[in-house]
């Protein structure tokens, strides 16, 4: 073996159900169950959920009278048995057709985490990157490090870069979209001819355009065509722990069902679960507004106002995304689903969110130009923010906390003196 294999190897994702029963380590090994419930069944499966489940419950249920232990096995053991049950009937994709090639647009966080994703559990399938850069390329290629983004990272082998969109595209059986949303329409102009119509794209980028009020689902079919293949794939899912394969879980939204089917089944792993909806637009407005919540709750952080105001902000930023989205279309179980609810938690307490920094920065007293200048990252929440106050005119709802981060953004007021006005408002019943 390499030494590049062994570092590969080493970064291969956590949870090993075996090492997990041997160490006597109950959650992980529950943990492991669970999640292999996204892996087809094997052989063995059934002995090594019993074992899971007797590891698991052999210390932990002391505390219980035995009927209540009882049942609760019993009702593990019937969920595991329904669990078996569907995946023994469900296909894979790789039964369906042989995976050949995924095409990534955008060789920045998510997209190179999209890619290593998906080449580790497909390790005869190329997945490739189209990038600018053609010193990122040579090191992506060679060295198998996105030194840019994920530095600390080693790539799968099947992953490789290029700056030539034709070679990029040739052969790929799905195109993963990962470019920041303001410079969507100038890239896939740049590439249009060369789109195959019925290639899926599945793009995974977060926000609103400024120039248009347009969501993802409303750029690409503007640009491309309205029949073109699209699903919009967003949650919690921070790019490292994705690299680290930490459990995720994501939603594929298409209004085409078997094709949300399919992009479920090409991502779901045993570190990867994937819902399906129809609901586009849900999902893309929680995906796009959570940003700009994130930076409200990186302010709230950055003054140190403490955990009850965090949760009062988080609080009211969750009921304006309810109304605006509701207004908007979007489904109750979308709002308090993976990309409504789940992402909001995620963006907002999370340390890894750039959206979140950037209000954090804000708060200690920043200025946005200095904490843009000095990030080469994208936090989407910062566009999305100027625009969210059209859709709240275009939709009639006050939505003040998004609008307050809005004014500070643009400098109108402080951080502080956004807090002091929010506090100040009519006091109103819960809605
Ligand atoms: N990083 C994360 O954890 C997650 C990010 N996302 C979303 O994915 C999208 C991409 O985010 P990241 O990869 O994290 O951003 P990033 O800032 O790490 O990388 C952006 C990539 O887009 C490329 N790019 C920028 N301008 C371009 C242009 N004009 N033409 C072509 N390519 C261009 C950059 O070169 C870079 O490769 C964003 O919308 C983000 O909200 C979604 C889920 C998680
Ligand atoms: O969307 C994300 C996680 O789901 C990433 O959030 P940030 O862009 O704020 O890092």
Redesign the pocket.
Known sequence: MTALQQQEQQQQPLVDLADALAAGDAAAAVAGAALRSQSPPRPAQAALDAAVVSAATADAGLLYPPEERKEIRSSWNSLMRWSRYFRSKEESITERFKLEKVVVFGGGSFGTAMAVSLARQNKDMQVTLLLRDPYLCKDINELHKNTRYLEDFVLPPNVNATTAAAEAIAGAQFAIHAVPVQHTRAFLQSIKELLPPALPIISVS?GIEVTTGQLMSEVIPSVLSKKHPTVYLS????AKEVMRGQPTGIVAASKDKALARSIQRLFASPFMRVNTTTDVIGVEICGSLK?VL?IAAGIVEGLELGPNAMAALVAQGCAEIRWLATKMGAKAATISGLSGLG?IM??CYGS?????SVGVRLGRGEKLADILASSSQV??GVATAAVVVNLARKYRVQLPVLTAVAQVLDGHITAKQAVFEIMALPQIEER
């Open positions: 977060k949650g919690p899912s921070f940003n994130a992402d995620l963006t890894l969110s750039r959206n979140r936090a989407e």
